[in-house]
């Protein structure tokens, strides 16, 4: 018998905490923490002491299957590749390299999305790549960057506790990040003030100094609201903005359509609370500001980012530590899959597609012509595009979009007409399902690679286990794939030298190699050089873009406001205990018990107007389509909003969400107000 005891990091959200994995004979036993982890310092939250229970689940893909009628028939490996690579070929010649998609995943490691992305513009020639974060954080990159210069969390986790205050808005940190959650109540204990704002009563409220529960969809009225407490109350820290900023005239002309009262109306939040809160953030000697996809899943996502930067700005609490800016990424590797280019209009370190001489560097090291200079086509303009004919290919690596995407009928119906739909994955997902070829892929334990964590903090990723019957790691499987299409630059013998090459074409990335990570380093991009310590918290002398920058932006009234046919607000999210689309929580035992199957959140006081009760049976609508589902009756939502979480394929919430309108500029759907009607089942 032979034991082990792997290190590496949890699969599941962006916290990045480490863990071992126990291993005796080529199975994981269990999981046990890492003490001197700088973020999970010996805890673990109950996704992450469940993580093992997934590795060897004998629902696994174990080989290569290919559609046929109705079912699937086993394949091998040589007749999938040279199938697909035929079939890509063929889509390619008859309606050109944008006919092509390329679907990857924040749950994959850096280096896999680091192949997608090449995969996708060096052999296929287009830059119709994208990955999750399109649908969770994909506003925080253009509002961060456009306020700052990077779209990143800007401090890290270690300095909560040095804080004197905690603006958490959008974020459910005890449910969602509970171990960041532990880091927010040790500063409460020790002194820092905390305000939630937030349109469910969620755990942290009970903490909160001040609480304010808005109307979903009024963010920006009530951070600009807070920005206009600050100016006519004189709390700006003048010198900052003097020294670093720019725009403020723009966001004065802009706060005047901003009284308290009219802030209020719109919010459905007392004007003294808003006082107060402006106040207690702007007097505090350091304070930060935490969020979640509670202010990015909306048409005006980015304006939410910039309207809490605008806060920020106009207080110095950034450039310092214990301060900043802190979007809380969902998935382990949201950070990671956006730095890695996955993402249809930037190369690897955010690098514009649209900058030639970044395009002639990776043609060069990648031995192949120009890339594509034009941005491609966003996940939910792939499932458009596939419906109107102009997508005929789509590989999809790690996501199941037939849960997790807006409008689930029109996200089925698009994958349907593809002529060809691969899906690289784990488990026989609902996506899968819908697949021309779906290959086996390798868990976090059975690959080695780095993910980046929600505070910039590249970790490693240790095979423990070999990978179940055929099943491979994604980064062989693309290697594979490229090589089946010809190309012959992807010859990699290891995860290390795909990051060795990555280092080379990506700064913030530089000084980051598996042999300083393997030495026991933590280090947080930027990590320009070999000696660099990493970054603990970004903007100190200066913001990449040169002066932090105000922007005036308004309060919009979604599109999706309550009428006489959808009266009520649905709000979706997530619960405790489930991940993502479900394919890997709702297979582990111990967290299906605790929450088995999806429900509505409805307040008492609908429930009593609409003569239910807990347990009952409804039918919620919306335009796009209905579900039943099971009723909670809780005061957790206001009256005339309800709450659903969005992991349960069988009463999707995402059957009701919207894929038409969205966000500008960085076409993230309205995810969190959506108008539906409420019928008794
Ligand atoms: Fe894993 Fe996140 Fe839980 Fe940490 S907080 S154990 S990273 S799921």
Same mark, same amino acid.
């Given at each position: 018998m032979r034991f082990d005891s792997v290190l590496t990091t949890c699969p599941f959200c962006g916290t990045g905490c480490n863990l071992f994995l126990e291993v005796m004979d080529n199975e994981v036993l269990g999981v046990s923490p890492v003490k001197w982890h700088p973020i999970s310092r010996g805890k673990l939250c109950i996704l992450g002491r469940n993580a093992h229970k997934f590795i060897q689940h004998p629902d696994r893909l174990?080989?290569?299957?290919?559609?046929?009628?109705?079912?699937?028939? *086993?394949?091998?490996?040589? /007749?999938?590749?040279?199938?697909?690579?035929?079939?890509? &070929?063929r889509l390619r010649s008859e309606s050109g390299p944008d006919a092509l998609g390329f679907f990857s995943s924040a749950k994959c490691t850096n280096e896999e999305n680091y192949l997608m992305m090449k995969l996708a513009r060096g052999v296929i020639g287009t830059n119709n790549v994208d990955h999750c974060a399109r649908l969770c954080h994909s506003s925080t990159v253009t509002g961060l960057a456009a306020s700052f210069g990077a779209g990143a969390m800007t401090n890290s986790i270690p300095e909560i506790p040095e804080t004197s205050c905690m603006l958490v808005t959008g974020s459910n940190p005890t449910s969602q990040h509970p171990i960041i959650a532990g880091w927010m109540l040790e500063a409460k204990e020790r002194g820092a003030c905390l305000i939630v704002i937030d349109p469910r009563k969620i755990p942290l409220s009970q903490h909160a100094d001040l609480f304010l529960q808005l109307r979903p969809g009024t963010n920006i009225a009530l951070f600009n609201g807070m920005a206009r407490v600050i100016l006519d109350k004189g709390l700006v820290n003048d010198d900052f903005v003097e020294a670093r900023t720019e725009g403020i005239d723009e966001l004065k002309a802009k706060l005047k359509d901003y009284d308290l009262d009219a802030v209020s109306r719109i919010t459905g939040v007392e004007r003294e609370l808003i006082e107060k809160a402006a106040v207690m953030y702007a007097s505090s000697p350091s304070a930060m500001i935490f969020y979640a996809m509670g202010i990015t899943q909306h048409v005006t996502g980015t304006d939410n980012v910039k309207a809490v930067a605008n806060l920020a700005l106009l207080t110095g609490n950034?450039?310092?530590?214990?301060?900043?800016?802190?979007?809380?990424?969902? /998935?382990?590797?949201? /950070?990671?899959?956006?730095?890695?280019?996955?993402?249809?209009?930037?190369?690897?370190?955010?690098r514009p597609v649209t900058d030639s001489q970044a395009r002639?560097?990776?043609? *060069?090291?990648?031995?192949?012509?120009?890339?594509?200079?034009?941005?491609?086509?966003?996940?939910?303009?792939? @499932?458009?595009?596939?419906? *109107?004919?102009?997508?005929?290919?789509?590989? %999809?690596?790690?996501?199941?979009?037939?849960?997790?995407?807006?409008?689930?009928?029109?996200?089925?119906?698009?994958?349907?007409?593809?002529?060809?739909?691969?899906?690289?994955?784990?488990?026989? =997902?609902? =996506?899968? /399902?819908?697949?021309?070829?779906?290959?086996?892929?390798? &868990?976090?334990?059975?690959?080695?690679?780095?993910? &980046?964590n929600t505070d910039r903090r590249v970790q490693r990723v240790r095979k423990a286990v070999d990978p179940p019957g055929e099943a491979k790691a994604d980064?062989?499987?693309?290697? @594979?794939?490229?090589?089946?299409?010809? @190309?012959?630059?992807?010859? +990699?013998?290891?995860?290390?030298?795909?990051?060795?090459?990555?280092? !080379?074409? =990506?700064?913030?990335?530089?000084?980051?190699? +598996?042999? *300083?990570?393997?030495?026991?380093?933590?280090? !947080?991009?930027?990590c320009p050089d070999e000696n660099h310590p990493g970054t603990p918290y970004l903007h100190a002398e200066s913001f990449p873009r040169g002066k932090g920058r105000f922007y005036g932006v308004d309060y919009v009234a979604s599109p999706?406001?309550?009428?006489?046919?959808?009266?009520?607000?649905? &709000?979706?999210?997530?619960?405790?205990?489930?991940?993502?689309?479900?394919? %890997?929580?709702?297979? %582990?035992?111990?967290?299906?018990?605790? %929450?088995?199957?999806?429900?509505?959140?409805?307040?008492?006081?609908?429930?009593?107007?609409?003569?239910?009760?807990?347990?009952?049976?409804v039918k919620v609508s919306s335009r796009r389509g209905s579900i039943s589902i099971k009723v909670k009756v809780s005061s957790e939502v206001k009256p005339g909003v309800i709450f659903i979480p969005m992991h349960f394929s069988e009463c999707a919430a995402n059957v009701l969400t919207d894929h038409k309108v969205l966000d500008p500029y960085s076409k993230i759907p309205g995810f969190k107000v959506c108008a539906v009607r409420i019928e008794k089942g």
């Open positions: 174990t080989a290569p299957l290919k559609r046929v009628g109705n079912r699937f028939e *086993r394949i091998s490996w040589e /007749q999938a590749l040279d199938e697909i690579a035929e079939k890509i &070929t950034v450039g310092r530590p214990s301060t900043g800016v802190n979007p809380l990424r969902g /998935q382990n590797n949201v /950070q990671g899959a956006c730095d890695m280019g996955a993402l249809p209009n930037v190369l690897t370190g955010y002639l560097e990776y043609a *060069r090291l990648w031995g192949c012509g120009d890339l594509p200079d034009r941005p491609g086509l966003t996940i939910v303009e792939m @499932s458009s595009a596939a419906l *109107r004919g102009e997508l005929r290919g789509l590989v %999809i690596m790690g996501e199941n979009p037939a849960v997790t995407d807006p409008d689930l009928n029109h996200v089925k119906e698009a994958l349907s007409r593809l002529d060809l739909l691969v899906v690289i994955d784990i488990f026989m =997902t609902e =996506t899968a /399902q819908l697949a021309d070829y779906v290959l086996p892929a390798a &868990t976090f334990a059975e690959k080695e690679g780095t993910f &980046t980064w062989e499987i693309l290697c @594979s794939l490229a090589k089946a299409l010809g @190309s012959k630059s992807f010859e +990699y013998n290891s995860p290390e030298e795909i990051m060795n090459e990555i280092r !080379q074409l =990506t700064p913030s990335y530089r000084g980051i190699t +598996y042999e *300083r990570l393997d030495g026991g380093e933590s280090l !947080q991009w930027p999706e406001e309550p009428d006489d046919d959808y009266p009520m607000i649905l &709000t979706t999210g997530r619960v405790p205990y489930h991940w993502h689309g479900g394919s %890997i929580t709702r297979r %582990i035992d111990t967290l299906n018990a605790e %929450i088995p199957t999806g429900f509505v959140d409805i307040n008492p006081d609908d429930a009593a107007k609409l003569g239910l009760k807990d347990g009952d049976v």
